[in-house]
């Protein structure tokens, strides 16, 4: 089980002094949010892709390419990569370059994004997001995995004998997440190529998040990747925590309502019981937590959203440093003592390596 946190870099003024970070300070903190993530022993720090204000990770890649340069222990990966606007070589050719750079500490999460505008800006139409989306997978599989690659398909220029360089470190690809909220097609393609789906499901109640992942379970043991329970799942979250629940409603609450996400809408506490944002002590987002996997099953990733919103830089620390010295230690022990033995782990190089050795011998041996 791994566990981590994910940034979408946005940019809000805090309520309280009606101040908002530049974009200067904002891309800093959160290359900081990423290394205080590595101090406090989480798994897994993940960076969105936008490219309108008010958010900065226009470059993800640079971004974690800089991070990777100041870690050496934590997965670094996206939330997500616009699969649907990039283009699948460029897609091709930065992360395997990354994924040099951060020895392997590297994974994606495939997506369409939030922003509808994103499509004419990069020459696409919005109504081709889910045919852009799998027809470029297609694609990037194949860069990934053959030396030269013929192409032809609808959305680009074809490719001849095209060879992406440079190739993926030790021949493995870096493993991939299909990011989707509510396209049962994102959870058909994942469960079809065997790669994992990532729900995020930090707006949504937890019968559409199921609806979702028993959908990508079952196509997955349909496909031949063997048992529905045996498919990697991820899931997301958004936490506040204080020593006490009341003072972590009482800080929040401000920020929940000048949120253009939230603000307007049901109350803090209607969406709390509605959807996955938890807030409050330890002990209850422990609580929270575990509960997931009674709502959708044993699972394998578990990100948190802990910063943006306007929340001061210190108070997204400080929840870092709860994650990692009372929260994760925890749901480690707890999810690891649930979980029955045929349930895989989340798939790092490593283990794709030893998988890509093992096939390799037993092709030798046929």
């Known amino acids: ?81 616009l699969i649907t606007t990039n283009d699948p070589v460029k897609i091709a050719e930065d992360y395997a370059t990354l994924q ?70 030790d021949g493995v690809p870096p493993f991939v997440w299909h990011g989707s909220i509510r396209s049962p097609e994102i959870a058909e393609q994942a469960a079809y190529y065997g790669d994992g789906f990532f729900h995020n499901n930090i707006f949504w109640p937890k019968e559409h998040t199921r609806r979702m992942i028993d959908v990508y379970r079952a196509r997955f043991e349909h496909y031949g990747h063997g048992p529905a329970d045996r498919a990697i799942v991820g899931l997301g979250g958004q936490v506040y925590m204080r020593r006490r629940s009341q003072d972590a409603m009482a800080e929040f609450r401000p920020f929940f309502d000048n949120s253009p996400t939230y603000g307007n809408g049901p109350s803090l506490e209607e969406t709390m019981r509605q959807t996955p944002l938890s807030v409050g002590s330890p002990e209850e987002i422990i609580d929270r937590t575990l509960r997931f996997r009674e709502d959708f ?61 093992e096939t390799s011998k037993a092709t030798e041996i046929r």
């Open 1 to 81: 089980m791994q566990f981590g946190i994910f940034t979408v870099g946005d940019i809000a003024p805090d309520p309280a002094t009606g101040r908002a970070p530049t974009e200067h300070e904002r891309i800093k903190r959160v290359v900081e949010t990423a290394l205080k993530a590595e101090e406090a022993g989480l798994d897994v720090f993940a960076l969105g892709e936008h490219h309108n204000p008010p958010f900065v990770p226009s470059s993800p890649t640079t971004i974690l390419g800089y991070i990777a340069a100041r870690t050496s222990e934590i997965l670094l990966s996206t939330s997500t990569t």
């Open 297 to 357: 099953g044993d699972y394998q990733r578990q990100l948190f959203n802990v910063d943006g919103m306007g929340l001061p830089h210190k108070a997204v620390l400080e929840q870092i440093d709860l994650l990692g010295e009372e929260v994760v230690p925890v749901l480690r022990k707890e999810f690891a003592a649930l979980r029955p033995a045929h349930i895989p782990d989340a798939p790092t190089h490593e283990s794709l390596k030893a998988a890509a050795r």
């Open 100 to 169: 040099h750079l951060a020895d392997g500490r590297v994974d994606l999460m495939m997506g369409r994004g939030n922003t509808g505008p994103v499509y004419p800006w990069f020459g696409k139409d919005i109504r081709d997001g889910i045919a852009l989306a799998v027809e470029n997978y297609a694609l990037l599989r194949r860069l990934w995995r053959e030396d030269a690659v013929d192409w032809q398909g609808r959305f680009r220029t074809p490719l001849q004998s095209f060879t992406a360089t440079p190739r993926p470190l």
